[in-house]
């Protein structure tokens, strides 16, 4: 079957560096991606790995490992604004989305 | 940018009645468009992909007779659901692609749906 597992929460200060890490399953995949969703909102796209390695955008960087069925968000300098749900999904056929990672920051 | 519109983004209707939504991408065709229905603080669920002109492809355990959807035009997609009840109260929100295969996927704003 297809699954992907991420951690539900993770907690975190403002101005920091946290990861979010995602593990998957499934028998065709094509790529990872990752989206943001604020509380009441619409999920926004933030990064795709369809290659093993490090995609940087901003202060958002996402890494994928094939071998390892692994991949992770890191956002670095964390500010008040990035507390919201982090979702990975992965595109076989149709994409399918992870249960989220809810990030709180501290200040 | 790639803006998918959602309408209306509320609605309260009454259990037995049929309420219609509609998904639309403004600036782009959308070959492929999706709906997802999510509940608070829960994953999104892919309920149905539609493709222009043809029949759309419903996910396990989603009824296509309760929730209807029509993608009539590159830029339009709607999802009736039909004699709601309560339990069909939740979050919509439908998403559409540039193209079939792409990873990238465009939301709309969602639709709220309370159903009393």
């Known amino acids: 079957g297809q699954s992907l597992e991420q951690p539900s929460e993770v907690t975190a200060v403002e101005g920091a560096i946290v990861q979010i890490n995602c593990t998957y399953q499934?028998?065709?995949?094509?790529?990872l991606s990752w989206y943001q969703q604020h509380d009441g909102g619409a999920p926004t796209f933030l990064s795709y790995?369809?290659?093993?390695g490090l995609e940087e955008t901003g202060r958002f960087s996402s890494f994928l490992s094939r071998s390892d069925s692994y991949g992770y968000l890191l956002l670095q300098e964390l500010q008040m604004k990035d507390s919201a749900s982090y979702f990975c999904?992965?595109?076989?056929?149709?994409?399918?989305f992870g249960k989220g990672t809810r990030l709180h920051i501290l200040p | 940018g790639a803006v998918v519109s959602q309408h209306p983004s509320r609605v309260i209707c009454k259990s037995g009645t049929s309420v219609k939504i509609e998904c639309r991408s403004l600036?782009?065709?959308?070959?492929?468009m999706f709906w997802y229905r999510q509940f608070p603080k829960k994953s999104l669920m892919l309920m149905a992909t539609?493709?222009?002109?043809?029949?759309?492809?419903?996910e396990q355990g989603v009824e296509k007779d309760k929730f209807l959807i029509n993608h009539a035009s590159l830029t339009l997609s709607t999802l009736t659901v039909t004699s709601a009840h309560p339990e069909d109260s939740s979050f919509y929100i439908c998403?559409?692609?540039?193209?079939?295969?792409?990873?990238?996927?465009?939301f709309g704003p969602g639709t709220r749906l309370t159903v009393t």
């Open positions: 600036d782009f065709q959308a070959t492929t």
């Open positions: 998403s559409a692609s540039r193209a079939s295969g792409s990873y990238e996927q465009y």
């Open positions: 999904a992965m595109r076989d056929d149709k994409i399918i």
């Open positions: 539609s493709n222009e002109g043809s029949k759309a492809t419903y």
């Open positions: 499934t028998s065709g995949f094509y790529g």
């Open positions: 790995n369809g290659l093993d």
